[in-house]
């Protein structure tokens, strides 16, 4: 076993991949998915590597000053990422989140320390579906409190750090399959996760398959959009394009509706003990559909994002 660690950002990473074995049995498609438990971090998320990666490359680049302030806007898992970072770093940290998220991650964020301001959803925005335009809202107080507080914004949709911080995971990946991954797919929140890991697949496999999940309805790079902005899968599904993905790195788009992430979380847990969120269903749906289409027979790999217990108070469980 290792030593111990003397700061809790030193645990942040290195996490399991885990081959779906059991739902392979239960769903009977052809090929191997394998499941990058990301979930398993410090704060239940894989937004603490972009947490902690954002806050170390902005104190390297200077641009992070002793005992400033940092501030965030997040749907919750980014929020409590940096809060958990900047308790261990010593840092004070506002978080800005919509108030249509589930009420778990502001608690936590508290829980760490952290300063919550809860922003109202746009009129006829619907709880528990966060919008575009909440995200507007959201954004529009995040700087309003930069300009009061002197605070620096990380901005986690336009850092491209936060690409970068998910680079290490993707080798971690690949060394994991044992260099076997032939497909990669992942819900597009910020973006972030998508293109980390596709640049760093594509650099290795050239032939690699990378696709963009988003939800029915809300499929901005698919070109689909038919309602908006609501449905039940919280942290992306903005219905808009996101400054860090590149669309280039695109090979196929899926959607997935709230009743297929919601049933494949369920079976998640139910089969192979992975208690999660709904984007982690929404990239296990998607990674079956391609294993019943064109790239049945391959080695698919998907992140599991969060935990489950960040959604108790939801439709979910």
């Known amino acids: 076993m290792a030593a111990y660690i003397t700061n809790i950002t030193q645990a942040i990473g290195s996490t399991p991949l885990l081959r779906l074995d059991m739902i392979k049995k239960h769903l009977g498609y052809d090929g191997h998915i394998y499941a990058k438990l990301e979930y398993l971090n410090p704060s239940f998320?894989?937004?603490?590597?972009?947490?902690?990666?954002?806050?170390?490359?902005?104190?390297?680049k200077g641009m992070l000053r002793p005992g400033q302030p940092l501030l965030e806007m997040s749907s919750g898992n980014t929020g409590t990422g940096v809060a958990m970072v900047g308790s261990?770093?010593?840092?004070?940290?506002?978080?800005?989140?919509s108030k249509g998220n589930s009420p778990e991650r502001a608690k936590m964020i508290e829980a760490f320390g952290g300063e919550v301001v809860l922003v109202d959803q746009a009129p006829g925005s619907v709880k528990g579906k966060v919008?575009?335009?909440?995200?507007?809202l959201v954004e529009e107080e995040a700087e309003r409190i930069v300009?009061?507080?002197?605070?620096?914004?990380?901005?986690?949709?336009?850092?491209?750090?936060?690409?970068?911080?998910?680079?290490?995971?993707?080798?971690?990946?690949?060394?994991?399959?044992?260099g076997q991954i032939q497909a990669f797919a992942d819900f597009i929140g910020t973006g972030g996760t998508f293109t980390g890991y596709s640049q760093v697949f594509k650099s290795i496999n050239p032939k690699m398959r990378c696709y963009a999940?988003?939800?029915?309805?809300?499929?901005y790079y698919k070109g689909e959009i038919i309602q908006g902005t609501y449905h039940?899968?919280?942290?992306?599904?903005y219905s808009k394009a996101m400054d860090i993905v590149d669309k280039n790195l695109i090979d196929g788009c899926i959607t997935v509706t709230d009743e297929e992430a919601e049933s494949m979380t369920r079976l998640l847990a139910k089969k192979e003990g992975i208690f999660a969120g709904?984007?982690?269903?929404?990239?296990?749906?998607?990674?079956?559909k391609q294993l019943r289409g064109e790239d049945a027979g391959k080695h698919f790999g998907i992140v599991i994002n969060d935990c489950g217990l960040k959604y108790m108070s939801t439709c979910l469980f």
């Not at 261990?88 to 989140?97: E, F, Q």
């Not at 002197?150 to 949709?157: K, M, P, S, V």
């Not at 999940?213 to 499929?219: F, L, S, T």
Request: hydrophobic share 40%; with cysteine; aromatic share 10%.
């Open 278 to 288: 709904f984007s982690s269903g929404a990239n296990l749906m998607a990674a079956v």
């Open 213 to 219: 999940v988003e939800p029915y309805g809300c499929a």
């Open 131 to 136: 919008s575009s335009e909440d995200i507007r």
């Open 147 to 178: 300009r009061e507080t002197g605070a620096f914004f990380l901005n986690q949709f336009k850092n491209f750090d936060n690409a970068r911080a998910q680079e290490p995971a993707a080798h971690e990946m690949w060394a994991q399959s044992q």
């Open 232 to 237: 039940q899968i919280q942290g992306g599904g």
């Open 45 to 60: 998320s894989k937004k603490d590597r972009i947490a902690l990666g954002m806050i170390n490359m902005a104190e390297c």
């Open 88 to 97: 261990a770093k010593g840092y004070r940290v506002i978080c800005v989140l």
